[in-house]
C-alpha cells in the first residue's frame, strides 16, 4: 500500500546521513569483546518465552551478510534463535540505554532469510514487532541500529501474546449503536477460506464485529490506526451466506462504510490490514448523517446569455458521491441526476429561482436541499455609428454613436478609435452618459481628419460600448461593437501624393 511505501521511504532516507556516524568506533572500547550473539551461526538459543535477555553491545558489528532490515542501514547486530512450541502470537520488544534498536524477524537458512511479514519495528512504527508463530519453525531475531553502540547495553523481551478475540468469524463480537471498539490486529489472521475483500483482497489481518439492527436506518462505520485499516460490511445469515454491501480499503483517509441497514438482517463487519499495516484500532459505529444536497453553480449570477452550469453534490459530511436523482431549475424544467456530472441550463428572463435538488447517495441515502439563484442581465447595444462617407484632410466633422438599453439604467461608456497605419486600433475619443432601461441615446464625437488619413485614402473607425463599474461587464458583449470607414481626400487645393 502506498502509506507503508511511504513509511519504508522515510526509514531509508536517514541511511545515508547515518551511516558515517555509524563508522566511528572510540579507540578505548577497541579491544573489548564482541557480544557472543554478534553473528548470525552464534545466535543466542531462546528456550522458553517469556525471555528476557540483557547485554553488552558496545562491540557489537554487523556482518557482511546481514539483511537489510527495515531499509535501513546496519552498524551493529546481536541474534536471537527461537522455534515456537505451538501457534500463536510472539512480540519481540527491543530497548536499550541508548538510542531505541530496531528489531527484524526471519526465517529460513543463513543466505537465505525471508523476513516474516511485518515483523520489523523501527522508529516510525513503534518499539514492538508482534508476529504470528507456527509450531516446530525457528525465527531468527535480529536486533541491529543504524548508530554505533559503543557504551551501550541493549534489552531484548519476546513474550507470548493473546489472539484478539473476534479473530475468527464464528467468535464475531455483537456490536451495538452507537458503539466504539478497539483492538490490535496484530493478533489477528485470515482463516481458510474467509471472504476476501473486493476494495482489499491482500488485507489478511482480520477481526470480526456482528450487528443486528433493531429498526432500518443508515450507519457509518469510522475506523482509525496507524494508517487506517480496512473496513468491509457484509450481509447474511452465516459464513456461506455472505454477500457484500460496502467495502473501503486500507489507507483511504477519511472515507468510511455507509450501509442502510434493515431491521431484523444480520450484518457483519470485518475490519483489517496487511502485515506491513497491522497495528491498534478502533472502529465506531453511528448513525451516518443526513444529506442537505447543493449545486455549485458557475457563473454565480448568470444573465439569459449563459449557460448556467451546476455541479450537483450530497451534501454529504461522508463524502458519498450522487448516484441519482433530480435537479429542478425553478422555472417549470428541471433534469434526472445520474450521477455527479455537471449540468447545463439557460434561463430566459431575469428574477430570482428556487433550485430544488433531490439526491441519492450510492449506500442509499436520500436527501433533498434548495437554493435561490438571481438571474440578471445588463446588455446594452450599440444600434448605429453614422460618419460622413467623404471628408478632405483638416476637415472636423460629426460621428454619432447610438446606445440602446432594454434592461436596467446604466452608465455607458463608449469609445471611438481609429485603425493606425501598423494596424492597431487607437483611441481617438470617448464619452459617458447614463442610458435609460428602455431608452435610446446618441454619443456626439467629431473627428479632425488629417493628411495621413488622405495619403491612406480613407480613415477607419471602430466604436466600443461598455457598463462603466460593473466588474462583470456587459452580460452580451457581441453587440457592443460597430465599426465604418469614411473616404478620405487631399485638403482642398491640395495634390494627394
Not at 365 to 385: A, Y
Request: aromatic letters at 8%.
Amino acid at each position: 500500500m502506498q502509506q507503508h511505501a511511504f513509511r519504508r521511504l522515510l526509514t531509508a532516507g536517514l541511511t545515508a546521513g547515518l551511516a558515517v556516524a555509524a563508522a566511528v568506533v572510540t579507540p578505548a572500547a577497541a579491544h573489548a569483546a564482541a557480544p557472543s550473539n554478534d553473528d548470525f551461526g552464534t545466535a543466542t538459543t531462546v528456550t522458553a518465552l517469556p525471555f528476557k535477555a540483557t547485554q553488552d553491545i558496545g562491540e557489537a558489528t554487523a556482518s557482511s551478510d546481514d539483511p537489510t532490515s527495515c531499509n535501513s542501514y546496519i552498524a551493529w547486530s546481536v541474534w536471537y534463535d527461537y522455534t515456537a512450541a505451538s501457534d500463536g502470537f510472539v512480540r519481540a520488544l527491543p530497548s536499550s540505554t541508548g538510542t531505541q534498536p530496531f528489531i527484524a524477524v526471519y526465517t529460513g537458512e543463513r543466505g537465505a532469510l525471508t523476513q516474516v511479514p511485518g515483523a520489523c519495528a523501527a522508529w516510525n512504527t513503534g518499539p514492538a514487532a508482534t508476529f504470528p508463530v507456527t509450531a516446530g519453525q525457528t525465527y531468527h531475531v535480529m536486533v541491529f541500529q543504524q548508530y554505533s553502540g559503543a557504551g551501550q547495553q541493549a534489552t531484548l523481551d519476546l513474550v507470548t501474546v493473546p489472539r484478539e478475540p473476534n479473530d475468527d468469524f464464528a467468535a464475531a463480537t455483537p456490536a451495538t449503536l452507537p458503539g466504539t471498539y478497539s483492538g490490535d490486529l496484530t493478533r489477528s489472521s485470515a482463516e481458510p477460506g474467509e471472504a476476501a475483500p473486493t476494495c482489499d483482497a491482500g488485507a489478511d489481518h482480520s477481526v470480526w464485529y456482528r450487528y443486528t439492527p433493531d429498526r432500518t436506518r443508515s450507519i457509518s462505520v469510522e475506523a482509525r490506526s496507524r494508517w487506517s485499516p480496512s473496513v468491509t460490511v457484509y450481509r447474511g445469515a452465516g459464513r456461506d451466506t455472505l454477500s457484500e454491501v460496502d467495502c473501503v480499503a486500507a489507507g483511504s483517509g477519511n472515507k468510511r462504510p455507509v450501509f442502510t441497514a434493515t431491521a431484523g438482517q444480520q450484518y457483519w463487519i470485518r475490519v483489517a490490514d496487511d502485515a506491513d499495516g497491522a497495528s491498534w484500532y478502533e472502529i465506531r459505529l453511528t448513525t451516518a448523517p443526513a444529506l442537505t444536497p447543493n449545486a455549485n453553480v458557475w457563473p454565480s449570477t448568470p444573465s439569459v446569455f449563459d449557460d448556467v452550469s451546476f455541479s450537483v453534490n450530497a451534501g454529504d459530511r461522508l463524502g458519498r458521491p450522487v448516484v441519482s436523482g433530480e435537479l429542478r431549475f425553478g422555472d417549470g424544467t428541471s433534469v434526472t441526476l445520474t450521477g455527479n456530472t455537471p449540468v447545463t441550463h439557460r434561463y430566459a428572463a431575469d428574477g430570482d429561482y428556487r433550485v430544488e435538488i433531490s439526491a441519492t447517495t450510492d449506500d442509499g441515502r436520500s436527501g433533498t436541499g434548495s437554493q435561490t439563484l438571481h438571474v440578471e442581465t445588463h446588455d446594452v447595444t450599440l444600434t448605429g455609428l453614422s460618419l460622413p462617407a467623404q471628408a478632405r484632410a483638416g476637415q472636423t466633422k460629426p460621428v454619432k454613436v447610438s446606445v440602446v438599453n432594454n434592461r436596467y439604467d446604466e452608465k455607458v461608456l463608449v469609445a471611438l478609435r481609429k485603425k493606425t497605419e501598423s494596424g492597431y486600433y487607437q483611441e481617438v475619443g470617448r464619452l459617458t452618459q447614463w442610458v435609460p432601461a428602455g431608452g435610446r441615446v446618441d454619443f456626439p464625437f467629431a473627428y479632425t481628419y488629417t493628411a495621413a488619413d488622405a495619403a491612406a485614402g480613407q480613415a477607419e473607425f471602430e466604436v466600443l460600448a461598455s457598463i462603466d463599474g460593473r466588474y462583470d461587464g456587459d452580460s452580451h458583449a457581441a453587440d457592443n461593437r460597430l465599426a465604418a470607414v469614411t473616404v478620405v481626400r487631399a485638403a482642398s487645393g491640395v495634390r494627394a501624393s
